[in-house]
């Protein structure tokens, strides 16, 4: 008799302090380092690809060849976690991003979050530099796509690679800096308005695109590998059986 594992709770605020922290500490040696919202993209690209990458493949494309994995089990534990939970969410049937089953990723408003603070507080900061809201999460979806190109390549069914098309852009569309006039502050409520109306809605529309493709490549499974036939030998040949005779003479009669 078995019983079964409860799942984890879902990650909480303390989580993906942890996260970044870590993070953090990887920047101070290799400044390239990503932050979590854009491993967060590249989290939920690996949950839809076509097949499944193992972490010893993406370890080494997201932090460099230098990270180990060992060294950091609180980070790999929270992250298979994470995966877990992108991969439920993606696979429940909702039909409204305000269901709490829905995928909701872990991103920032980091234009609304500096526009919050005091004018000393700010500093020297360019707002106007900062990513726009949701650009990470979808570079670092892209990076995936782009890093395992053969596991995105488009079907032959020409309906097929449309719709795959479709989807990929409107992520590509995030990846985008948001250049329509502020509307709100994701950050804190009252705050200066940093993020439109139309980003909003863009935002939503890739939320979306992400289900299309996980079911997209749920449905047509793992590439299948064609298996070459040997070429069959020439009836003067030695016969592949070991036998000594000639193939003709053999197998080949």
């Known amino acids: 008799m078995t019983t079964d594992t409860p799942d984890p709770a879902p990650l909480g605020?303390?989580?993906?302090?942890?996260?970044?922290?870590?993070?953090?500490?990887?920047?101070?040696h290799d400044e390239l380092t990503p932050d979590w919202e854009f491993c967060e993209g590249f989290l939920a690209a690996l949950v839809c690809t076509r097949r499944v990458i193992e972490p010893e493949e993406y370890w080494p494309v997201l932090f460099g060849e230098g990270f180990r994995p060992m060294e950091h089990m609180e980070f790999v534990?929270?992250?298979?976690?994470?995966?877990?939970?992108?991969?439920?969410?993606?696979?429940a049937?909702?039909?409204?991003?305000?269901?709490?089953?829905?995928y909701q990723p872990e991103v920032l408003d980091v234009r609304g979050a500096v526009l919050a603070l005091s004018e000393a507080e700010r500093g020297d900061a360019d707002v106007a530099q900062l990513p726009s809201f949701g650009e990470a999460w979808a570079e670092g979806f892209l990076h995936v796509v782009g890093h395992w190109?053969?596991?995105?390549?488009?079907?032959r069914d020409k309906e097929a690679a449309e719709m795959l098309d479709d989807a990929l852009d409107v992520i590509g569309h995030l990846a985008e800096p948001d250049t329509g006039v502020p509307a709100l502050?994701?950050?804190t409520e009252d705050g200066p308005p940093s993020v439109s109306d139309a980003r909003l809605n863009d935002f939503g529309e890739a939320v979306w695109a992400v289900y299309d493709l996980r079911q997209f490549w749920k449905s047509l499974g793992?590439?299948?590998?064609?298996?070459?036939?040997?070429?069959?030998?020439?009836?003067?040949?030695?016969?592949?059986?070991?036998?000594?005779?000639?193939?003709k003479k053999c197998h080949g009669a």
């Open 149 to 155: 190109a053969d596991e995105w390549a488009a079907p």
């Open 93 to 102: 049937q909702v039909e409204t991003l305000e269901d709490e089953r829905a």
């Open 77 to 91: 534990w929270r992250w298979r976690r994470r995966w877990q939970e992108i991969a439920q969410a993606l696979d």
């Open 222 to 247: 793992p590439r299948v590998q064609q298996v070459r036939k040997a070429a069959e030998p020439g009836r003067n040949d030695p016969c592949p059986c070991g036998s000594g005779k000639k193939y």
């Open 185 to 187: 502050n994701l950050h």
């Open 13 to 28: 605020p303390d989580d993906f302090d942890a996260l970044d922290a870590e993070l953090d500490a990887l920047r101070e």
